[in-house]
């Protein structure tokens, strides 16, 4: 019994945890849309302009894109499904709306993931997911994209207030 015990203590310290992403009621996606009227309506006007991908997160840094008020890309992933971008947050306590498409899964390395697969009621033609990411301190911050091998994907992120 104890070395049952053991062992199962082991590997369940071992293992890593990951979370599945977290679905959104429809109440919460209505409530979201009411109430960050101005941040999902900009991502809807964002314009994506094609921006080279990086295949690995060391290539990211030497790509590194730089967020203000808003960056929008088109993103072709690689042949495993996967784009890095190096995003160098100016501002402590940067609060921003990513908006993907809904079958691409999005980390931030270091932030926060406040909301995730939001549907953009504003603009629904455009199929957009979005994700309230916050950043504690100024600095940069790996994002990673996965989705189907050579997608091609929109990236747009915006202030989540003005």
């Known amino acids: 019994m ?12 071992s293992s890593s ?3 599945a992403p977290q679905i959104p009621s429809e109440a919460e996606i209505k409530g979201r ?5 101005a941040p999902y ?6 314009k994506p302009i094609h921006q080279v991908t990086a295949n690995t997160a060391e290539e990211a840094i030497q ?9 929008g890309y088109s ?8 784009a890095y971008i190096q995003l160098a947050i100016k501002e402590w306590n940067e609060k921003m709306v990513f908006a993907t498409n809904p ?10 993931i406040k909301g995730q697969y939001i549907t953009n009621q504003y603009c629904l033609e455009q199929n957009l997911a979005l994700h309230h990411v916050n950043t504690h301190e100024w600095g940069s911050y790996l994002v990673e994209l996965h ?4 997608q091609i994907i929109s990236l747009r992120i915006v202030k989540e207030s003005e």
């Open 33 to 37: 849309n009411t109430y960050f009227i």
């Open 2 to 13: 104890k070395k049952t015990l053991s062992v199962l203590i082991t590997l369940a310290a």
């Open 63 to 71: 790509l590194e894109q730089i967020f203000d008020e808003s960056l």
């Open 75 to 82: 993103l072709t992933l690689n042949a495993k499904g996967q």
């Open 147 to 150: 989705g189907q091998p050579n």
């Open 17 to 19: 945890v990951i979370a």
């Open 103 to 112: 079958d691409v899964k999005l980390t931030i390395r270091g932030a926060d």
């Open 41 to 46: 309506k900009a991502t809807c006007d964002v």
